[in-house]
C-alpha cells in the first residue's frame, strides 16, 4: 500500500511539479539573463558577445546530440532551421543584446515582453480579425509604455538612447516573426537539436559579421566579467533554461507556460535596480504593472483565438 502511494506521489511531481519547477526557472533566469548581458556589453563589443555566447551554446547542444548518435535535419527541415537561426538568434537575440549597451536592462525587458503585441498586429495585416479583447490590450500597454517612457523623454535627446530602444523593438519584431514562422512549420524536428543547430549557425554569422565590419576585439582584450557573464549566459541562458523552457511548453498548458513572459521583467527590473542602480521610479512600476496586463488580455485573447 505504502508503495503504491509513493509511486502516485511520484508520478504525480512528474505530471506537475517538475514542469511547474521549470517554468519557475525559466521565469527567474531569464529574468536575470538581462543583467548578465547588460554588465557584459559594459566591456566588450554587444554582437560578439552574442556570438561566442551562441557559438558555445550551439556547440554543447550539437555534441551531445553527435555523441547521441540523433540524424541530422533534412531536406526542407534545414530551410526552417537557417530562416529560424537568422530571425531568433542573428536579428533578436543580436539586436537585443546590442540594445541593452544604451538603455537600463530593466527597459530592455519590459520591451523583450511586448511580442505578444506584434504578433497581433502582424495577424491584422494578414487579414484576420481581431477579438475585441485584444485590441483593448494593445491600447493597455500602448498606454503602458507611454506612462515608462515619461521618465525617460529626456533621454530620447541622446542619440544612443533613441538607438537603443530602436534596435530592442526590431528585435522583438524578429522574434514574433520567428514565432509564428515556427507555427506555421509544426516542428517536425528534435526542438533541442534543432535550437543548437540555430544557435550555431546564427553565431557563424554574427562573427562574419564582426569580424567584416571590424568590430570585433581580440578574445585575449575581453575582460574576466565579461567571459563570466558569458558562462553565465551559456549554462544559464542558452542551456539549462531553454531545456526547462521547451520541457514546460510540452508538459503545460498554454496559459500556464506562457506565465514566464510577465515575471522576467519584473526580476530584471528589480535586480537592475538593486545591482546597476538603475532607477525604479514610480512611473516604471506603474507603467510595467499596465503594459504586462495588456499584455495578458493579448495573450489570453489569442490562446482563445487558437481553441
Not at 514542469?19 to 554587444?46: D, R
Not at 544612443?160 to 534596435?167: L, N, P, S
Amino acid at each position: 500500500m505504502r508503495t503504491k502511494i509513493k509511486n502516485a506521489f511520484s508520478s504525480k511531481v512528474n505530471a506537475i511539479g517538475l514542469p511547474i519547477l521549470a517554468l519557475c526557472w525559466v521565469s527567474f533566469f531569464w529574468g536575470t539573463t538581462w543583467i548578465a548581458s547588460k554588465e557584459g556589453v559594459k566591456h566588450m563589443p554587444a554582437l560578439q558577445l552574442a556570438a561566442i555566447r551562441q557559438f558555445i551554446g550551439g556547440f554543447l547542444y550539437i555534441s551531445f546530440f553527435l555523441f547521441k548518435k540523433t540524424p541530422w535535419p533534412k531536406g526542407k527541415q534545414w530551410k526552417t532551421i537557417i530562416i529560424l537561426s537568422i530571425l531568433n538568434f542573428v536579428l533578436s537575440n543580436g539586436l537585443s543584446t546590442w540594445g541593452v549597451k544604451y538603455i537600463s536592462s530593466g527597459l530592455g525587458a519590459i520591451i523583450g515582453a511586448i511580442v505578444p503585441l506584434w504578433i497581433v498586429i502582424i495577424t491584422f495585416f494578414r487579414g484576420e480579425r481581431l477579438a475585441r479583447l485584444a485590441v483593448i490590450g494593445l491600447i493597455v500597454s500602448f498606454g503602458g509604455v507611454c506612462v515608462i517612457f515619461y521618465d525617460h523623454l529626456n533621454d530620447f535627446l541622446i542619440p544612443d538612447f533613441r538607438f537603443g530602444i530602436f534596435i530592442s523593438i526590431i528585435s522583438t519584431l524578429t522574434w514574433a516573426f520567428g514565432s509564428l514562422y515556427t507555427k506555421k512549420k509544426a516542428a517536425s524536428f528534435n526542438p533541442y537539436f534543432s535550437l543548437g543547430l540555430q544557435m550555431f549557425l546564427s553565431s557563424i554569422l554574427l562573427f562574419a559579421y564582426t569580424g567584416a565590419t571590424g568590430t570585433s576585439v581580440s578574445l585575449s582584450s575581453i575582460p574576466a566579467i565579461s567571459w563570466w557573464s558569458i558562462a553565465y549566459l551559456v549554462v544559464f541562458g542558452s542551456v539549462l533554461t531553454f531545456i526547462a523552457f521547451i520541457y514546460a511548453l510540452q508538459n503545460l498548458p498554454a496559459e500556464i507556460s506562457s506565465i514566464y513572459a510577465y515575471i522576467n521583467p519584473i526580476i530584471a527590473v528589480i535586480l537592475g535596480s538593486v545591482i546597476f542602480g538603475e532607477s525604479l521610479t514610480t512611473a516604471i512600476a506603474i507603467g510595467g504593472t499596465v503594459t504586462l496586463s495588456g499584455l495578458y488580455m493579448v495573450n489570453y485573447s489569442l490562446r482563445k483565438g487558437r481553441k
